[in-house]
T-cell receptor
Framework: DVKVTQSSRYLVKRTGEKVFLECVQD?????MFWYRQDPGLGLRLIYF???????EKGDIPEGYSVSREKKERFSLILESASTNQTSMYLC?????????????FGSGTRLTVV | TQLLEQSPQFLSIQEGENLTVYCNSS?????LQWYRQEPGEGPVLLVT?????EVKKLKRLTFQFGDARKDSSLHITAAQPGDTGLYLC????????????FGIGTKLQVIP
């Protein structure tokens, strides 16, 4: 089974801090994604990557950046954390872009910015 | 406006009851999936449907993709407390380069 591991389950950071959220998958998937999940808004795509060193903006990239130096690792960076970035962050990977095989999600990181 | 509308948003039922949740859109999807998410965890894939009219069964769960590939339903027979969770549908719109879209979800509570 594919496993997607997010480095932290819970994080509390201060406004203005630079925050790194790490995600690692162990099945050689090319496609990786970062979503945030908020009540009443569902999952919203922040950034995604179809290959190493490749990244594309999702629907809500403002205030975020990403890094994919290795195929198995996709990092989300909050350049200067703000309280409106308090959310559940979900990393996912997939083997194809057709969605036929679906996404494998990590357990999520619940980030609180104070 | 959500591309995928899920209904109901909340559902609380007694153990043993049947239920159906819906995922509707005005857009056509090349594939659609259902996930279940438990509190504090990431969504877990239940099923993928790709053919209009397709019906898939997973134990007590029955999934149907609409003939026009614009909607889907999930029916649970004899619900159990272990079915409690957030049910999400996700679809890949047809036509050209598109991104996957998720519904907001249906939060199901099955009371013992």
């Amino acid at each position: 089974d594919v496993k997607v591991t997010q480095s932290s389950r819970y994080l509390v950071k201060r406004t203005g801090e630079k925050v790194f959220l790490e995600c690692v998958q162990d099945m050689d998937h090319e496609n990786m994604f970062w979503y945030r999940q908020d009540p009443g808004l569902g999952l919203r795509l922040i950034y995604f990557s179809y290959d190493v060193k490749m990244k594309e903006k999702g629907d809500i990239p403002e205030g975020y950046s990403v890094s994919r130096e290795k195929k198995e690792r996709f990092s989300l960076i909050l350049e200067s954390a703000s309280t409106n970035q308090t959310s559940m962050y979900l990393c996912a990977s997939s083997t194809d872009t057709t969605l036929f095989h679906g996404y494998t999600f990590g357990s999520g990181t619940r980030l609180t910015v104070v | 406006t959500q591309l995928l509308e899920q209904s109901p948003q909340f559902l609380s039922i007694q153990e043993g009851e049947n239920l159906t949740v819906y995922c509707n859109s005005s857009s056509v999807f090349s594939s659609l999936q259902w996930y279940r998410q438990e509190p504090g965890e990431g969504p877990v894939l239940l099923v993928t449907v790709v053919t209009g009219g397709e019906v898939k069964k997973l134990k007590r769960l029955t999934f149907q993709f609409g003939d026009a590939r614009k909607d889907s339903s999930l029916h649970i027979t004899a619900a159990q407390p272990g079915d409690t969770g957030l049910y999400l549908c996700a679809g890949l719109p047809s036509g050209g380069y598109q991104k996957v879209t998720f519904g907001i979800g249906t939060k199901l509570q099955v009371i013992p």
